[in-house]
């Protein structure tokens, strides 16, 4: 009867250990899922400061000439709305340029009707957003205008 009693403790403190085990192994894969969708979102942001950085420094370099910026840049989608051009680059989950069936981020430079007195300067807007609609990233910018030179 006392080995018996010895078996039925052991199995006990067996089942304790792997319950402990079990309960350390959830918050470790836990941890592991949190810093997998973390550095997700550091790259997204990480890639969408580089992008837009570039569009910035086309749009200056333009003089905030949308037409020469898109050039610069690839391929994009240009309209106006409410009297003013923007453009819009769709990029697939590798950042680079797609069509906007298969995008998951897109750039959208919006230029802005210029302030009075200062005619010369063209200013806009960039943006990199997700095509969910969520924002990554956005800041204005300024150029000086080649056709006031």
């Keep these: 009867m006392r080995n018996r009693s010895r078996t ?7 089942l304790i250990v792997i319950a402990v085990f079990a309960l350390c192994a959830a918050a470790c894969i836990g941890i592991l899922a949190s810093a997998y ?3 997700n979102d550091s790259r997204d942001v990480h890639k969408a400061i580089l992008i837009a950085e570039n ?3 086309s ?17 994009a989608l ?6 003013l051009p923007y453009a819009i680059i769709h990029y697939d989950k590798q950042w680079l340029i797609s069509n906007a069936e298969d ?9 802005r009707a210029p302030e009075p007195g200062f005619e010369q300067l063209v200013s806009g807007e960039i943006s990199v957003e997700k095509t969910t609609g969520e924002i990554i990233i956005t800041f ?10």
């Design 8 to 14: 039925t403790l052991f199995l006990i403190e067996q």
């Design 37 to 39: 969708f973390s550095a």
């Design 55 to 57: 569009a910035a420094e």
């Design 59 to 75: 749009f200056k370099a333009t003089g905030g000439d949308l037409d020469n910026v898109v050039r610069i840049l690839g391929d």
């Design 78 to 83: 240009c309209g106006w709305a409410d009297g």
């Design 103 to 111: 995008a998951h981020y897109r750039l959208v430079m919006e230029i």
């Design 140 to 149: 204005p910018v300024v150029a000086r205008s080649e056709r006031y030179e």
